[in-house]
């Protein structure tokens, strides 16, 4: 329960970091997306179970602010990025930073691919080079170089828990 919990205030303390501090540090309008950068690790850190819950969490607080009163988009957006990042749960190991720069690498550009065709192809804005260029690849770029620099902090929280949550089961 404990974990779930810190899962659930690590998604929120993203959500406003993304929100404040690096919408002010953005890049030609674009800022990184940490929620999606914690959907990435929980998944291939604590598998499917677990990716898709932080997924959970993270799409909704994205649909809050970006959704445009639409609910559920990015919420399926990021189970899937979670359940997904979760497969490779067996072959992460924490001393191997490249599986998750990969994963997240691809995990955003496939999430940004997919929010261009269903919110803007399906509107009949046809200009895929210009949000690839604009967009797509800064954004997935900006969330590499963050998740470089998180990746260290968050694994030492994630083993953490796992302590404790190892700790807990041997009391019973």
Do not use: H
């Not at 998750?100 to 200009?127: E, K, M, Q, W």
């Not at 998740?147 to 019973?172: C, H, S, W, Y």
């Amino acid at each position: 329960m404990i974990r779930k919990i810190i899962k659930i205030i690590l998604v929120l303390v993203c959500f406003i970091l993304q929100g404040t501090f690096f919408k002010a540090l953005s890049l030609g309008g674009v800022t990184p997306n940490l929620l999606l950068m914690i959907t990435s690790f929980s998944g291939f850190v604590g598998g499917k179970k677990e990716g898709m819950f932080t997924g959970f969490f993270a799409g909704l607080f994205t649909d809050i602010l970006y959704g445009n009163g639409i609910i559920g988009f990015y919420i399926l957006l990021y189970v899937w990025t979670g359940y997904v990042n979760g497969m490779f749960n067996r072959l992460f190991y924490p001393e191997d930073v490249k599986l998750p720069l990969i994963l997240t690498t691809v995990s955003n550009a496939l999430n940004g691919f997919l929010t261009y065709v269903f919110l803007f192809l399906l509107r009949s804005r046809l200009d895929i080079g210009y949000y690839t260029l604009r967009v797509i690849l800064p954004e997935t770029v900006y969330t590499l170089i963050i998740t470089i620099i998180l990746f260290k902090p968050l694994l030492f929280i994630e083993e953490a828990l796992q302590e404790n949550t190892d700790r807990k089961g041997m009391n019973v």
